[in-house]
Nanobody, 115 residues
Framework: QVQLVESGGGLVQAGGSLRLSCVAS????????MRWHRQAPGKQREWVAT???????YYADSVKGRFTISRDNTKNTVYLQMNSLKPEDTAVYYC?????????WGQGTQVTVSS
């Protein structure tokens, strides 16, 4: 079992930046692949970024070059630095991870980008 708590969302103008955080409970955080997803109103949840235990990162094409995923294993925290935000980045952002065949999700944090 793991609990994930996101924070850092808010309202920002287009072109601005936000940094999201996701704190994981429990032990063995360093052994977990961590991901960020997002869900815009009326749309399906979509994958945004992944960071592996070896710090390899992967990004959706829509955010590549603008978003950066990172982790601090000493704080059980994964981050999503979001720069050059666009109105189409407006969504609820979730962090998630797998334990076995089960995916655990946080409650999400709202990001709203105004034009």
């Amino acid at each position: 079992q793991v609990q994930l708590v996101e924070s850092g969302g808010g309202l920002v103008q287009a072109g601005g930046s936000l940094r999201l955080s996701c704190v994981a409970s429990g032990s063995s955080f360093s052994t977990k692949v961590m991901r960020w997803h997002r869900q815009a109103p009326g749309k399906q949840r979509e994958w945004v970024a992944t960071i592996t235990t070896g710090l390899t990162t992967y990004y959706a094409d829509s955010v590549k070059g603008r978003f950066t995923i990172s982790r601090d294993n000493t704080k059980n925290t994964v981050y999503l630095q979001m720069n050059s935000l666009k109105p189409e980045d407006t969504a609820v952002y979730y962090c998630d991870t797998d334990i076995g065949s089960t995916t655990f999700w946080g409650q999400g944090t709202q990001v709203t980008v105004s034009s």
